[in-house]
Each structure stands twice: as C-alpha cells, then as structure tokens.
DNA sequence: ATTAGCCACTTGCGCGGGCTAGTTCCTCTA
DNA sequence: TAGAGGAACTAGCCCGCGCAAGTGGCTAAT
C-alpha cells in the first residue's frame, strides 16, 4: 500500500465539477435547502457521487459560513454519571441528532481549564441540567453565546422535574404516617440536589398538613444509615424519604441488620426506580422518572431554541410516578416506644 | 438596557482597522507566529487592542484556515467514570491546554449516535484509552483523522502501564504464598480490562515459578464473594489479587463477616489505591498507579503526535508502586485443610 | 557604488460552503 | 405572439483567519 499521499478530501466543489453542475446545486442538494427546486434527477445524481467520492461536510466551514455548529453543548455538574443520568444525555443527544445537532458533553474542572470547552467549539446552545454556577453564565456569554438553556434570567422552575419528593412525601401520608424523615445523601457534590428535594419534601409535608420532616444526610455506611435510623426511632419516625435508591437501600439494609423489619417498623421509599431497587429484599418502593423523556424534552428544548419555535410542551409523560413496592406499607396502629 | 443588536462579533480585521495595521500583524501577533518580527510597540498596542475590543478568535475560522481543530477527542469506554480516570482525563487535559489544544470526552453510546462526534468537530487526533473497539478505528480514518492513539497498527505495548497485577503477584509471592486466586469483576462492560489484568497475573504466576492462579468474577455482593472465597478456600488458596479496590474490599467484608481473618486466613491486596483502601479496617494493601502521570502522558503523547515530534518518553514515574498495608501478611505455617 | 540582508510590516489568496441575486429555458395564458 | 410566471439551475460574494510572498526603508559588507 502506498503511504496514501495526503489526498485532499472530497468538497462540494469535486461533485459539482465532475457532474458538470454548479457547487450551489450540491450544496442546495446535499442541505435540502428549503425554497429551491431541485429536478428529482440532479438530486440523486449529485447524491450518489456524494456517497461515491466519500463525501463528508466540512463541519469547520459550515460553521464559518453559516454562522451555526450545530453543536450543542451540556454543562454537566461534577457529580458520577449514574445510570439514570446516562439514559438522559443519550436521549438528548439521540434527538438533536436527528435534527442535526450534536451533543458534546462537558464537565468543567475545578483545577482550571484555561479555556473553556464554550470558547472553543462555539456551540449554538450552552445546556445545563440544573442551573448554571455564578458567573458562569456571564462567562458564556461574553464566548458570544447568547442561548442558554435554564434561561439564567428566568426564576428558577424547579416545579418541571422534581416532583419526586412530592410524590414520595404524598404516598408515605396515604399510608398513614405522620412521622415522617428525609434521608439525604451527605456528599458535598450533590448537596445543591439534596437540599432542593429535601425543601421540595419540606413543603409538601407542610401542604399536607403533617408536621416538620426531621432530616439528616447519611453517608453510604451501616454505621451512618444505623445512627441515623436509631435517632430517628426514638424520635417516633415511622416512615423515611430517601434522597434516592441508593440512599433507601443503605437505610433499609442497616434497619434489618440492626434487627427491624422493613415496612413492619419502619417505611422506606426511595427515588430514580434504578435496577438495584427492584432486586433489593425487600423491593424497594420508590419514585421512578422518566429519564428518558426529560433527554428528548432537554433535546428538544434546545431546538427550540436554536430554531426560535415556541419551547416544546412538558408532557404529562415527563412526570415522575410511584412504583410501590415492599418497602412501604400502611402505619401499623401498635405499640409505639 | 437596550436589547443589544445583535452586535457583530470583533474580528482581527476591526482590532486592524481601529489600529491603522494590517489584518496579518494581527494575526502574527496574536498567534506570536514564530518567525516573524514584530516591534514590541506594536505587540502591545495589538494585544491591548484586542482587549479592549473584547476579541475571541473564531475557532471555526482558524480551522478552515490552518488545517487544524486545536481539538483532541478522547474516546472512552462505557465504564463509569470512577475517581481515578478523572483525575488522568483533567490532567491530560491541563498539559493539552498549556499547548492550546482542547480536550473534548466522548462516550460513544450503544444506541447508536448517528454521527460520531469525530465527524463533527474534526479533531486532530483521536485518543482512547484501552485500544479502538473493532471498526472503529477505520470509521475514525474515513473521516478524515489520520492521527489516532494508540495507533491500532502498532501491537498491543500492554506493558506500558498494567503492570499492576504484576506487582500484586509478585508481593503476594514475596510473603511466601503459592496458591493464589484473582478476583475479577462480573461487569461486562469492564471484561476487557479484567481479563487484561488477569492474563498480566497469569503470566507473572508463571514467570515465578507459581502453580497457575485460579481466577473467578465476582459481584460486589456478600454472597458472591463469600461463594468464591468458600471454594478458594477448600481449594487450599491463601492469597487473593483483586481486579481493584472495590472488590479487594468486597471480599475482605465478606471474609471478616464470614468468620476469617484478614490477613491471618487470607491475604487480599487490591488495586488503584482508591481512597476507600485506606480507610477500610484492616487498611487494604494496594497498587499505587500514578494516573495523573498517565494524564500527563496521553496528554504529551497527543502533542508529540500532532507536532510531528519524537514521542515522550515514558518515565519511571508512571510505573504502578507496591502500597502494602494491612489485608496482606507472610503465609502462616499453621494447619491447612 | 552596488549588493545583500534584515526589519517590520502589508497584500492578497484561499480554506469549504452558505446564500442572495440573478439567468436561462420552458410552459401556459390572453 | 408577446408576455407572465415558474422551474431549475449558476455566478459570485462573504464568513474570519492563516500564511506565502512581497515591499520599502535602512544598514553592513563587498
């Protein structure tokens, strides 16, 4: 094999040259340019030598030129990639593409990157998940961004995910508990998270009428999970919202290693409805969101606004939902310490 | 504030004009193009200018123009991104920036994306860090990507960095064991690395004149390391290397609540030094890799690649070190079943 | 006196493609 | 038979920047 000299590549100017037609044509071709009339014929020609020179965009000078990169890029917060975040990027990045678009996923890091991923890829839409740091939007706009996705001017809307607590709150008070405590997860990088759930709970316990949720954040440990339990006992808790899964397992397997049963004496609801909680003993109730939905809204929502349709509605199938399980069940009305 | 026209992006063109140069002893300036003279005077006025204008190149531009993204993909693998890859992705992020390259991640998902992100950004090269999944590397080339690391011509250096397991092999035999097992992980999205690291045991087993390691994946579950630790020990094992931490901690727990001692039964030494190993009681002895080395490694590696320049040497420094703490001890010359 | 060489720049082409403003040809009326 | 109108294209500018090739002025060497 010859050590392939640099062969060129393929532009719009090789098509139109070796089809006899104008790069205009190709370019109406090879973008479905809306308003131009192109014969069906010279629309498959041009295709078929697209494919046969082995044709690829010069996504650089598509950007220069048009000023858009069809890039899209996510801001994601530092905390792990779990599972049910995975299955959100992937839609969302599943969506945009069909439109065109690409995701790049990003995690700015503390130690510095001196120039942000923003500056250097001029994406037409910066994402984030949950709300953008302090400056961080400043510093976004100054790259010449001007779609953002939360609208940093916006009041925050925290009402259009996380119900989940919510739910939670309400399916424990169903049950008939009235003695009711959040268990957050004590990791300083989900911290914002956890503390938006635990007001998110708050508020509803108050709406329902019960009184205060005591709360504490518990590291993923027996010994953390057992204080934690033991407290909230002698306090007369009956029922526990977890932060999420994770956070319901550790509870629920330090309440049965400490010799409770679980929903016997204690109720354990967590939320994400990942693998792990149905597989638990017992199964673990829980709150599960339609991770996959939230991705194609997300998706969508940048569309939106790169395209400057009106934003997409938030579908009732985006709501989170109860999955019941073994780990709740009704008050029993027995001794109680 | 006045709804901000949409305000034309500063150009070189406008820092020349506003200064009475030309558009080149801007650009000369601004990329301090090496041979090329220019007065301090005008240096100074030019990157004052600049400032002052609020000028940010146009990297598409600059791409269209030069041939070159300034952008390096690192293709990574669907495992989850655990406390050591992101210490070696920032690092070798940092010493790719200090050059003005750009470190973009990206984890091709199985559901497949329709246009690769390679396609869409045009990186200069395309880093992953095990070896490209079959295909992949000639997708990568037919986008016009010449360079890729590692280079999938080259055979397998599996030496350069995994000589971890080696280590653990080789001080487990130090204190005097003969019947050693590995514990790998049952997690189909890391078998390559597990079996990786095993055959890197194997090898040594061999090498040091050890009867042949039985091996065995586990789940980081009670049950399943108790199982495999049940059938090690009826099968005379006295010592376990572990695929990593994680189930070098897994097997510990079981062990201790399965009534052994650890290390007086067992020796179990695991691998990355994760901060868990030192906090779990006994202290896990373990494998020390220097990933933020390794970061600095790819990160030197990429540039020599692009630069076209001799490749860094790899130091000594990146060699995985022996942690011996507490979960390892000599054989006990005592009663064997 | 001529030439060579350096300094500190400037001119101008081209990267690949989007897109506006034509142009050409054909068909369909009145 | 002219003219309107539309279908099917083409010409050519422009995006912002890198870079090769120049350019005039000046000094040092031949």
Redesign the pocket.
């Known amino acids: 094999m010859a050590t392939s000299m640099p062969t ?2 393929v ?3 090789d098509i ?1 040259k070796s089809l ?6 190709v ?2 071709v ?2 479905d ?1 809306p308003g ?4 069906e ?3 498959t020609k041009v295709l078929q030598e697209a494919q046969r020179l082995g ?1 690829r ?2 996504s650089a ?2 950007t ?4 858009r990169s069809h890039i899209v890029l996510l801001v994601l917060p530092d905390w792990p990639l779990d599972f049910s975040l995975r299955r959100n990027i992937e839609e969302a990045s599943l969506t945009l593409d069909q439109a065109g678009y690409t995701l790049v996923t990003y995690t700015p890091h503390s130690s510095g990157q001196a120039r942000p991923l923003w500056e250097s890829i001029q994406p037409d839409v910066v994402l984030t998940l949950n709300s953008f740091a302090p400056g961080q939007a400043e510093a976004i706009r100054a790259a010449g961004i001007t779609r953002l996705i939360p609208d940093p001017e916006a009041p925050p809307s925290e009402d259009y995910i996380d119900n989940g607590p919510a739910l939670q709150l309400e399916h424990l008070a169903e049950l008939g508990h009235t003695v009711i405590a959040y268990a957050g997860l004590n990791d300083p990088k989900v911290a914002d998270l956890v503390n938006g759930r635990r007001d998110r709970a708050q508020k509803t316990a108050t709406a329902l009428g019960l009184r205060p949720i005591s709360w504490r954040n518990i590291n993923l440990t027996d010994e953390s999970a057992l204080a934690a339990i033991h407290d909230w006992r002698t306090a007369g808790v009956t029922a526990i919202a977890a932060y999420n899964d994770d956070v319901a397992a550790a509870l629920t397997g330090a309440a049965l290693r400490g010799g409770l049963t679980v929903p016997g004496d204690l109720s354990i609801i967590g939320l994400d409805n990942t693998p792990l909680s149905s597989m638990f003993q017992p199964q673990l109730s829980t709150i599960n969101v339609d991770t996959a939905g939230l991705g194609r809204y997300l998706g969508r929502l940048a569309l939106s606004s790169i395209e400057g349709t009106p934003p997409p509605a938030a579908g009732p199938e985006m709501r989170a939902t109860l999955i019941p399980r073994a780990s709740t069940a009704p008050l029993q009305e027995t001794e109680n310490s």
């Open positions: 060129r590549r532009t719009t100017y139109a006899g037609v104008s790069r205009a044509t370019g109406f090879l973008n340019t131009q009339t192109i014969s014929a010279t629309r044709y965009r010069h000078a598509r220069l030129a048009s000023g």
